[in-house]
């Protein structure tokens, strides 16, 4: 078999005696009879030929594996850039277990809180695992959730048609263009975070990422070169809303701290610094997740960070999911509501049938550039709007 780099990138060439090499499904006994992603790992490692090499993390080997044979076959093969980049991650506990946490969050377990609260979460996870993969991957958890966090994907990937990036099949951030009026940047803030923590830490890391590095290289490119009028940015998150997760760890961007950025503040702080020294105009932002509409603006002379110019956010749902009373917001970036349609009273979680369901649109008028962001009720009635004139 022969491997050879093209250009520096990650396209392979791959041969077995005079005919094309192409990853295939399932687990094989030589390179003739098939080679799956990990397996191929194995073959540039130069270790003996398995779908578990010594030089991955179990972690990883279960993820690729499982996301390797539930793919078509054309796009399995978008796969083969990440055999190399597997290379050398079998290193040690620590990230395997990091990485496993990870998995089991996206599954959702908890992995917060005490000794007996991450125990029972675990337990729970090992017998989900066990009803929908098997006993096998249940006993040997680093294995089971890597190959549920796969399975996951790939449904929401199914349910939710998605271009998919030749460079990088995984890849769920993308952009949606709609002539020259509007370009939407949709973001993936779970697929590249840290670990939920106290988010106090001084400087970026790995572990005080939420978007990641490249998909942050990547979202000020499509700014900069964007010439749409308006550019949404669809947030998996709100920027400002304090989301605990536990007493002391967050599990959005915002910490509660009310100071300078910190933790996942910083990549925040990054981008916006970012649209104004670009002089990007007309940028909005749109989000979810906090199960409650509002609408926010964002005013640096209220902010403890001053490095950007004003914006909104705007948050819409749940459609179909409990509703609670909106959450604080962190001072950071200077938030204010100028509307929420839940009352700060409610109680926690109300049902669907309680009217507390929303959604949200933005309309453009091609003539004059302004647009209208709205939010509305269950009904389709719009509970709030405001225009917004375009920016030249």
Known sequence: MEASAIGGHSAWNLRLGNRPLRLAAGSHGSPREGVCVVELASLLAGEKFSDRPRCVCDVVAGFMRSLNDRLAHADRQRLIPYASRALGTDDGPGPARARRDLCLAWAGAN??????????????????IWALVGIREALRLDEGAAVLAARGRQAFVEY??????????????????????????????????????????????????????AQVAWLKSRLAASRATWKVIANDMPIG???????????????????????RELEIAEILSFIRERRIRNVVWVTG?????????????????????????????????????????????????????????????RPPSSGLQFFG??????????LTAALHNLSGRAIYSVELDAQP
């Open 111 to 128: 992995t917060e809180g005490g000794a007996l609260r991450r125990l029972a979460g675990r337990l729970g996870l090992r017998l989900k």
């Open 160 to 213: 939710n048609p998605l271009p998919v990036a030749a460079s990088d099949p995984t890849r769920i951030y993308r952009v949606v263009t709609s002539g020259p009026l509007v370009e939407v940047l949709a973001l993936d803030l779970r697929s590249y975070r840290g670990a939920n923590s106290e988010n106090r830490q001084p400087a970026l890391s790995d572990d005080s990422r939420v978007m990641g590095a």
């Open 241 to 263: 809303v304090v989301v605990r997760d536990g007493p002391n760890h967050f599990e959005a961007v915002a910490n509660g701290h009310d100071g300078p950025p910190l933790g």
């Open 289 to 349: 997740d906090v199960h409650y509409c509002a609408a926010h603006h964002y005013q640096p002379s209220r902010a403890r960070f001053t490095g950007f110019d004003p914006f909104w956010e705007f948050v819409a749902g749940p459609l179909h999911a409990g509703a609670f009373a909106p959450g604080g917001l962190d001072a950071t970036f200077g938030p204010e509501v100028t509307f929420t349609g839940v009352p700060a009273d409610s109680k926690p979680n």
């Open 361 to 370: 649109t933005l309309a453009i008028n091609a003539r004059t550039r302004v």
